[in-house]
């Protein structure tokens, strides 16, 4: 019985990133399509993994063959690859290095919208991994390799991403570098 009891909280843990990473994948989308924000590489690297994330998951959890230990493990490394990506780019906004342009409803910047919504996406399934290795669906060693995965994948987007412009006035559609000060 409590093998079902750990699938059925597994199933709804995935469920949840599932409808998380629905909503961050529709953000983002709407943030381009419907407001017409220019997405820069890091911009556009977290989009990806969100849509890969969303990819994963529902074709996975719609499929009849599914095992929700295998599901949450190989949706983790995209998610912590988005997170660590979107966390830099979050970074890079705080320490003014980049620019990044106000989110939806004027609730913070682009690049923290996009942290929050893989902390969503993050929580119900490190959740959902943490039942699966319990009930013996997955490992330890497997989960480790999902986060080393995702964070080298996160680490080669941020170093191979072309920078932004600089730019000597604000931007509001895209993100940019402002131009430095003269000394």
Do not use: W
Not at 27 to 44: D, R, T, V
Not at 105 to 114: D, L, V
Not at 121 to 143: N, Q, S, Y
């Amino acid at each position: 019985m409590a093998s079902t009891s750990a699938t059925n909280r597994s199933r709804l843990a995935t469920l949840a990133a599932l409808i998380a990473a629905s909503a961050s994948t529709l953000g983002s989308l709407y943030l381009s399509l419907g407001l017409g924000l220019i997405a820069c590489p890091l911009c556009f690297y977290q989009r990806c993994f969100a849509m890969a994330v969303l990819a994963m998951l529902a074709v996975g959890y719609c499929s009849p063959a599914r095992s929700f230990g295998q599901l949450n493990i190989l949706a983790l490394g995209p998610t912590v690859a988005g997170g660590v990506v979107a966390a830099v780019h979050t970074y890079f906004d705080a320490i003014g290095q980049q620019i990044c342009p106000d989110g939806l409803f004027g609730i913070g910047k682009t690049a923290q919208q996009s942290l929050a919504s893989y902390i969503l996406i993050g929580i119900p399934l490190a959740i959902g991994v943490e039942l699966d290795r319990r009930a013996g669906c997955t490992t330890r060693f497997a989960v480790l390799l999902a986060v080393v995965l995702g964070g080298t994948l996160a680490f080669a987007c941020v170093i191979a991403s072309p920078q932004p412009p600089f730019l000597a006035e604000h931007h509001p559609l895209m993100c940019y570098r402002p131009i430095p000060a003269a000394e």
